[in-house]
C-alpha cells in the first residue's frame, strides 16, 4: 500500500533540504542579533539583507520595500490596520471581497469596530470579483483596496492587474493576500500596481513563522508592533533570522524553478481533476477551470460528509482538506464556498488536493484508485444517494 500522500501543500509544505542546511548556521555558529555592532550581529544582519534582496529581486521590487514579519497573517494585519490608521484622516472606508482569507476579513471586521466602513464585494459562481461593481464601490472615503491574489480554498486567480489599474485611477492603495500566490505564479508588483502584498514562506518549502510584507516607497503606513527600531523602525522585534534566511533561500529556489513548477503542477492538478470527474457521479469542479492556482484541486461531491471522506483518506495514507469547517470544530461550512453559491450540503461535501513539488504521477494514481471505491462506500450510508440511485436504475 503507498503510504503518506501528502496533498495539503496549501495548508503547509515540507521544507527542501537545501534551505534547512542555509538555515542551520544561523541556530548554532552566525546567532548575533542583526542590531549588535559586534561581528556576530554583522554576519547575521548581513545574512537577513541577503534574504531581503532575494525576496525584493523576485517580485521586482526594492530590497527597501521589504518587511520580514511573523508570518501571512500578521502581513495582513499590519497592511490593512496600518493604512487605516495612517489615513483615517483622508477617509475610512475599506473594499474587499466575501472570500478572504480569515486574516483579513476579521481585521475588516475589527475595523468596523473601530468606526471604518467596509465593502464586502461579491463574487461569481468562480470566485472572480465583478470588476465594475468595484468600481462602483469607490467613494471619495475609500483608502484602501484589499483582494487576495489567489484563493487559498478554491485556487481562483483574481484579475490583479486590472485591480490595481482601478485602484491607481482612484487613488485608494491596493494590498492583496499572496500568500497562496507567491512561489506559484510570476509576480510582479510594478506591472500588477501591487502598493502592499503579504507573502508567506511556509506556503513555499520554507520555514513556518516567517513572512514579509511589500509596502511600495512612499506607502503611508503605520507601524503594528512597537517597541525597537527594527525593520527600519517599522516592525519592531528582533530579527528570525534563521527563519528569514530560510525565506531567502526558499524564495530563489521557487523562482528559478518556478516554469518547471508551474508546467509539472499542471498536468498533475488536470490529470486529478479528470480522473475524479470521470470516474465519480455528480462532483462538481470549484473555482475557475483555468484562472487558477496550478497545484490547486477543489471538488464538491454529492451526498458525502467532508470529515468522513477526510478521515477514509487518511486511514489509507492520503492526507488531504475540505471546505467543511466542521473538521475545525465548528458546524458553518467554508464562506468561500457559499459565497460561490454552493448548498450547504455541497460545501460540507467539499475535498480540496493541494499538490507541490514532491508529488508524483505515482501518488496521482494511488488517489485516483482508492477515491472512488471510498465515496462509493460513504454514498451508500446516504438514503438520499441511494433514493436517487434507485431512480436512475428504475429509468
Known sequence: MKENVYLDYSGTSPMKKEILDE???????????????HAFG?????????????????????????????????????????????????????ITSKIEHHAVLHACEYLEKQGFQVTY??????????????KQSITSDTILI???????EIGTVQSIKEIGQIAKERGVLFHTDGVQAYG?????????????????????????????LYIRKGTKIDPLIHGGAQEKK????????????????????????????QLTMIRLRDKMINGIMETIPYV?????PSQRLPGNVNVSIEFIEGESLLLSLDLVGIAASSGSAC???????????????????????????????FNTEEEIDYVLEKLPPIVTRLRAMSPLYEKIKGGIENV
Open 23 to 37: 538555515m542551520l548556521p544561523y541556530f548554532t555558529l552566525d546567532y548575533g542579533n542583526p542590531s549588535s555592532i
Open 184 to 212: 506559484n505564479i510570476p509576480i510582479d508588483v510594478q506591472d500588477l500596481g501591487i502598493d502592499l502584498m503579504s507573502i508567506s514562506a511556509h506556503k513555499l518549502y520554507g520555514p513556518k513563522g516567517v513572512g514579509a
Open 327 to 357: 473538521t475545525s470544530g465548528s458546524l458553518d461550512p467554508s464562506h468561500v464556498l457559499m459565497n460561490i453559491g454552493l448548498t450547504h450540503e455541497l460545501a460540507h461535501g467539499s475535498l480540496r488536493l493541494s499538490l507541490g513539488d
Open 121 to 134: 464585494l461579491d463574487v461569481d459562481q468562480y470566485g472572480l470579483i465583478n470588476l465594475e461593481q468595484l
Open 146 to 152: 484589499t483582494i487576495m491574489y489567489a484563493n487559498n
Open 234 to 261: 517599522r516592525r519592531a522585534g528582533t530579527e528570525n533570522v534563521p527563519g528569514i534566511v530560510g525565506f531567502g533561500k526558499a524564495a530563489l529556489l521557487a523562482y528559478e524553478g518556478l516554469e518547471e513548477h
Open 284 to 288: 462538481r469542479l470549484n473555482g475557475h
Open 42 to 94: 554583522r554576519t547575521s544582519k548581513k545574512a537577513v539583507d541577503t534574504a531581503r534582496d532575494r525576496l525584493a529581486k523576485t517580485l521586482n521590487a526594492g530590497a527597501n520595500e521589504i518587511f520580514f514579519t511573523g508570518g501571512g497573517t500578521e502581513a495582513d494585519n499590519w497592511a490593512i490596520k496600518g493604512v487605516a490608521y495612517a489615513l483615517q484622516n483622508k477617509g475610512k472606508h475599506i
